[in-house]
């Protein structure tokens, strides 16, 4: 089975800080890992993935995410925050790439001026 | 161009009414998957298409919901006797399943769905 978990359903970072957005994963074959963003009332929009690749992703925006296989984790981080970056963000995983994801609960990041 | 298109965006409905969500998926997207969203919560998966073909649909919530893709090209996601507890969004996502590491999932905005 396969699951993730978001710590921190809320984080409030100053412009122009680091963001460091947690996900940690379950899965019991190796997984595959998304993080999506979604605007209000917009659909999910992607922001990167890892399929067993590099451990470093980068996705667009100026997001990435390192895949930590010791630490079961898939933390997102954007070195400088920018207020268009404020949204909510899902991180999910997927045994195989495709037919099933599962979703965390997401993180709400505001981003303060 | 277009990306994934979901009609309505926000429904309405009395409780124990029928409603049917629309989906359209990106052109040549072999893939179909319906989610439902509720507030605070990340999508959860109900069921998906490969073509016209409903692969896994263990996942929708009860016998009131069902799906269909007919064509292999739009699908439509129906609920019988609507309940409160139906609230929510409904999330469409398409993909093309060429392999593994480019199925990535492209959603739509969602259909709003408030039961009375």
């Known amino acids: 089975a396969q699951s993730v978990t978001q710590l921190g359903s809320h984080v409030s970072v100053s412009e122009g800080a680091l963001v460091l957005l947690r996900c940690n994963y379950s899965?019991?074959?190796?997984?595959?890992l998304f993080w999506y963003v979604q605007y209000p009332n917009q659909g999910l929009q992607l922001l990167l993935k890892y399929t067993s690749a590099a451990t470093l992703v980068k996705g667009i925006n100026g997001f990435e995410a390192e895949f930590k296989k010791s630490e079961t984790s898939f933390h997102l981080t954007k070195p400088s925050a920018h207020m268009s970056d404020a949204a909510e963000y899902f991180c999910?995983?997927?045994?195989?790439?495709?037919?099933?994801?599962?979703f965390g609960t997401g993180t709400s990041l505001t981003v303060i001026p | 161009d277009t990306g994934v298109s979901q009609d309505p965006r926000h429904k309405i409905t009395k409780r124990g009414q029928n409603v049917t969500f629309r989906c359209d998926p990106i052109?040549?997207?072999?893939?179909l998957y319906w989610y439902r969203q509720t507030l605070g919560q990340g999508p959860e998966f109900l069921t998906y298409?490969?073509?016209?073909?409903?692969?896994?649909k263990s996942r929708l919530l009860s016998d009131r919901f069902s799906a269909e893709r007919p064509k292999g090209s739009f699908s439509t996601l129906e609920i019988q006797r609507t309940e409160q507890g139906d609230s929510a969004m409904y999330l469409c996502?398409?993909?093309?399943?060429?392999?593994?590491?480019?199925?990535?999932?492209?959603f739509g905005a969602g259909t709003r769905l408030s039961v009375l």
């Open positions: 999910a995983v997927s045994a195989n790439a495709g037919n099933q994801f599962y």
């Open positions: 298409f490969q073509n016209e073909a409903q692969l896994e």
């Open positions: 899965s019991s074959v190796p997984p595959y």
């Open positions: 996502a398409s993909s093309l399943a060429i392999t593994q590491a480019k199925n990535i999932q492209y």
């Open positions: 052109s040549e997207h072999n893939r």
